[in-house]
């Protein structure tokens, strides 16, 4: 159980343009779910908490009309990295939590993003 | 405000030694959860175990253990006789409880140690 998956995996793009990463749990619904971006050999860093239907909270220094967060359904959030540029390439990661007073999150297995 | 010091960046051990891994936090909440992940080259998180702020007893699962100390704020991560698979960075990962009882959930990471195991 407590299966997170994301899609794409790994996306390659060219400056200026959008790419959305989808983040599933598979077989339990989250009422919250998380965004991190990790860059290589360095620690995880959250970006945002979703709470399925209502807004992003983003944490401090993340552009939010940069990095648009929907967390329309319960086993659905998706992140928005508008008008990519190349210092956006990274590793994002998000994870799920199933409820309040669950306090683990599980983690999908990531997306590569290469921007050109 | 949390804060998670993993000191060892890096641990390189032969195959069937053993390895601790170690974890400081801060935190002024008294109630807390810590977390152990471990991330292979694949790059996906793997929950290892969660211990929550009023549950110190020390932990066994197979070749690892956790060694929960509140008196000197650590959560330190034992491997016994490694293997090449154990190869991986390892984080330790703290959250809290807002007042009510109810968590907010979000995790406060080390820094990571890239553990190494040569065969």
């Known amino acids: 159980g407590a299966v997170v998956s994301q899609h794409p995996s790994r996306v390659i793009c060219k400056s200026g343009t959008s790419v959305k990463i989808e983040c599933r749990s598979l077989?339990?619904?989250?009422?919250?779910m998380f965004w991190y971006r990790q860059f290589p050999k360095q620690s995880l860093m959250l970006m945002a908490t979703?709470?399925?239907?209502?807004?992003?909270?983003?944490e401090q220094g993340v552009e939010k009309d940069k990095f648009l967060i929907n967390h329309a359904s319960l086993t659905l959030s998706t992140l928005t990295v508008t008008s990519a540029h190349p210092e956006d390439s990274s590793f994002y990661i998000c994870?799920?939590?199933?409820?309040?007073?669950?306090?683990?999150?599980?983690f999908g297995p990531g997306t590569r993003l290469t921007v050109l | 405000a949390q804060k998670v010091t993993q000191a060892q960046t890096e641990i390189s051990v032969v195959e069937k030694e053993d390895v601790t891994l170690d974890c400081v936090y801060e935190?002024?909440?008294?109630?807390?959860?810590l977390f152990w992940y471990k991330q292979p080259p694949s790059g996906e998180l793997v929950f290892l175990i969660r211990?929550?702020?009023?549950?110190?007893q020390n932990e066994i699962s197979g070749r690892y253990s956790w060694n929960f100390q509140k008196s000197t704020s650590s959560f330190n991560f034992t491997i016994t006789a490694s293997q090449v698979v154990d190869s991986a960075v390892y984080f330790c990962?703290?959250?809290?409880?807002?007042?009510?009882?109810?968590?907010?959930?979000?995790?406060?990471f080390g820094q990571g140690t890239i553990l190494t195991v040569h065969p």
């Open positions: 077989d339990f619904q989250a009422t919250t």
């Open positions: 990962a703290l959250s809290v409880f807002f007042a009510g009882g109810t968590s907010y959930g979000k995790l406060t």
């Open positions: 979703s709470n399925e239907g209502s807004k992003a909270t983003y």
């Open positions: 935190t002024r909440d008294t109630t807390y959860y």
């Open positions: 994870s799920a939590r199933a409820g309040l007073g669950t306090d683990t999150q599980y």
């Open positions: 211990r929550n702020s009023f549950d110190e």
